[in-house]
């Protein structure tokens, strides 16, 4: 069965701080790997795309990490600000016949407080 | 820019009420999606339409139907609406490329009581 795991569940740190959540897959076969942030009472947004042969992306403070071989992706957040406060949810694409079918993690929760 | 509107941001309905949730999008994109997001559960597609008039069972599609007369267009049916249905409901489209980014909508927040 296709899954996405994300660790840890939720997470809060103080702001200024640095910060790794943790994804790990089982989708077979794997095509791309995005991690999204939610914020609350809003829809996700995308933060970083990765195929199979990408083993790190950058978009600015957010630093997403793949192994294609662990089945393993990181996000790591740097210098933390009060507005990274949100859910972060990974997703992991494979390729079923003519379109692509999407699995979503549940999400880590980040807090950033003062 | 990307835009993926959704009708009600907050809706209440009455248990065995029908229930309409309707999404636009103006990106002329191939792909729309319903899904529901419950804590702990995350996301979960309940249907996917590829194409006007078409459409495919997600996940979870009991309860639920839909409706893409217009490619701008993806609406949710819930026939007989249950507690149970309680959720929030976010409608995404996206372009039919190898890139496959999912845009939101800002999600119906739909209580039935």
């Known amino acids: 069965k296709n899954q996405v795991e994300q660790s840890p569940q939720s997470l809060i740190i103080l702001e200024g701080k640095n910060c790794t959540l943790q994804?790990?897959?089982?989708?077979?076969?794997?095509?791309?790997l995005r991690w999204y942030k939610q914020d609350t009472g809003r829809g996700p947004v995308s933060l970083t795309i990765?195929?199979?042969?990408?083993n790190t992306k950058s978009n600015g403070r957010y630093t997403a990490t793949l192994d294609a071989d662990t089945k393993q992706s990181s996000l790591h957040i740097t210098a933390s600000q009060l507005s990274d406060s949100a859910s972060y949810i990974c997703v992991v694409s494979l390729n079923s016949g003519g379109y692509q079918k999407v699995t979503f993690g549940t999400g880590t929760k980040l807090q950033v407080i003062p | 820019d990307v835009k993926v509107t959704q009708s009600s941001r907050y809706l209440v309905k009455r248990t065995g009420e029908k229930v309409f949730l309707e999404c636009v999008q103006d990106?002329?994109?191939?792909?729309m999606f319903w899904y529901r997001q419950d804590p702990g559960l995350g996301l979960r597609l309940i249907y996917f339409?590829?194409?006007?008039?078409?459409?495919e069972k997600g996940d979870i599609p009991e309860g639920y139907s839909v409706s893409r007369e217009k490619k701008e267009r993806f609406s949710l049916i819930l026939e007989s609406a249950s507690t149970n249905q309680t959720s929030m409901y976010l409608c995404?489209?996206?372009?039919?490329?190898?890139?496959?980014?999912?845009?939101f909508g800002p999600g119906t927040r739909l209580t039935v009581t």
């Open positions: 995404a489209s996206s372009p039919r490329t190898s890139s496959y980014e999912q845009y």
């Open positions: 990106m002329d994109h191939e792909n």
């Open positions: 990765m195929t199979f042969s990408e």
């Open positions: 994804c790990n897959y089982t989708v077979s076969p794997f095509s791309n």
């Open positions: 339409s590829y194409d006007v008039k078409m459409k």
